[in-house]
């Protein structure tokens, strides 16, 4: 049974950090490219970065130089590291896992590519 589990979600004042944690279970994923995803109230479902298969870092503009992305292969974790938070990144973070096939410098920033997700983390930033 292949589970991945967000934790670490927060109210969190406007400049303040947070750190989210992905747990992966029933698969290992090390060698997967891995992503996070937010979906804020009103709005699709967007993406925010991505770790390639071989390990690269791409974000998305909106995150890019706030937001670091980031693997333990030992642990079968993803985290990502938010920093100067701003009331517009209140979302709820979604961890995702490529699915099968992938082109290992290839930065996947749709959510259709994945194949596993997890049920999310609320992140709220308040001005």
């Known amino acids: 049974q292949v589970q991945l589990v967000e934790s670490g979600g927060g109210l969190v004042q406007a400049g303040g950090s947070l750190r989210l944690s992905c747990a992966a279970s029933?698969?290992?994923?090390?060698?997967?490219?891995m992503g996070w995803f937010r979906r804020a109230p009103g709005k699709e479902r967007e993406f925010v970065v991505v770790?390639?298969?071989?390990?690269?870092?791409y974000s998305s503009d909106s995150v890019k130089g706030r937001f670091t992305i980031s693997r333990d292969n030992a642990k079968n974790t993803v985290f990502l590291q938010m920093n100067s938070l701003k009331p517009e990144d209140t979302a709820v973070y979604y961890c995702?896992?490529?699915?099968?096939?992938?082109?290992?410098?290839?930065?996947?920033?749709?959510?259709?590519?994945?194949?596993?997700w997890g049920q999310g983390t609320q992140v709220t930033v308040s001005s």
């Open positions: 995702a896992a490529k699915s099968l096939g992938y082109k290992t410098d290839h930065y996947y920033t749709s959510a259709s590519d994945y194949g596993y």
């Open positions: 770790i390639s298969g071989s390990d690269k870092n």
């Open positions: 029933g698969r290992t994923f090390s060698s997967y490219p």
